[in-house]
């Protein structure tokens, strides 16, 4: 097949640039929902409280690893990452727009996207519509002829974004449940006189403790707001923990918010 120049690969429909973006948005999310994963399995809900930084750092690191290699290899696959599927574009050779690009260089075009502000840039700014990782592997970003109809690619999105704060929240609360600050608190509310009066026979807590827990030199530092549900009522108990090193948590301050 004759190569194709480029006023003739204007006439094969090249991607908007906001399909290119929103694609983008969609793989960052795919690729973030598989590092929450990774790392929760990993490390455990209860990495919050661990101490052994080098451990934690080092197993961050190895994961951001793994996961921005398969990152650079999205479109591996035909040319096609999950988010230009959806969004129903493809990447393809610039001098033959029915051509894939070798697997080396769909590779090589994603390693820019390191420095993601620079690619906006030259992706805004290009009058051929290419990014830096474009230019490097003679590529091009074209509409997908053969996509799938609207809806079948609007289901996957809706679905995407639903996972993903879906884990993140599923992973903010068990993070916070299982840590020590939590179950200490815990403990409290269901030896605190004042709180069992008000609320009645305790049937369970909130989804999600609102707060935040630090850990710095083994000293911790901890301030939670948990729904306490009763037979009564529901009410928020907000509670005030510190550690030293090598000690346990110990509440200073409980109190109900009304």
């Not at 919050?48 to 921005?68: D, H, K, P, R, W």
């Not at 080396?104 to 620079?118: A, D, M, T």
């Not at 906006?120 to 996509?147: E, H």
């Not at 974004?161 to 509310?189: G, H, P, R, T």
Request: net charge positive; hydrophobic share 45%; charged share 20%.
């Amino acid at each position: 097949m004759e190569n194709t120049t480029f006023k003739e690969v204007e006439s094969i429909a090249l991607a908007s640039r906001k399909r290119r973006i929103v694609a983008y948005l969609i793989d960052h999310l795919v690729m973030s929902f598989a590092t929450i994963g990774i790392v929760f399995l990993l490390l455990g809900p209860n990495f919050i409280e661990n101490e052994n930084f080098v451990q934690v750092g080092m197993t961050f690191a190895s994961v951001m690893l793994i996961t921005m290699l398969l990152y650079m290899a999205k479109d591996c696959i035909n040319g096609v990452s999950i988010g230009k599927w959806v969004m129903g574009i493809r990447v393809r050779d610039e001098k033959n727009a029915n051509e894939i690009p070798s697997i080396g260089r769909l590779f090589l075009r994603n390693i820019p996207i390191i420095v993601w502000p620079v690619e906006f840039i030259i992706l805004a700014a290009s009058t051929d519509k290419k990014r830096l990782g474009d230019k490097f592997a003679k590529t091009i970003v074209v509409k997908n002829p053969n996509k799938p109809t609207k809806m079948v690619r609007i289901v996957p999105l809706i679905a995407i974004v639903l996972c993903f704060i879906a884990s993140f929240v599923f992973f903010l609360s068990a993070v916070m449940k299982n840590s020590d600050a939590y179950k200490v608190s815990i403990q409290e509310i269901e030896q605190n006189d004042a709180i069992i009066s008000e609320v009645g026979k305790i049937t369970g807590y909130g989804m999600m403790p609102m707060g935040n827990i630090n850990i710095r030199n083994g000293y911790g530092n901890a301030q939670l707001t948990i729904q306490v549900q009763g037979t009564k009522k529901n009410v928020n108990v907000f509670t005030h923990l510190t550690k030293e090193p090598n000690g346990e948590w110990k509440i200073e301050e409980i109190k109900n918010l009304y």
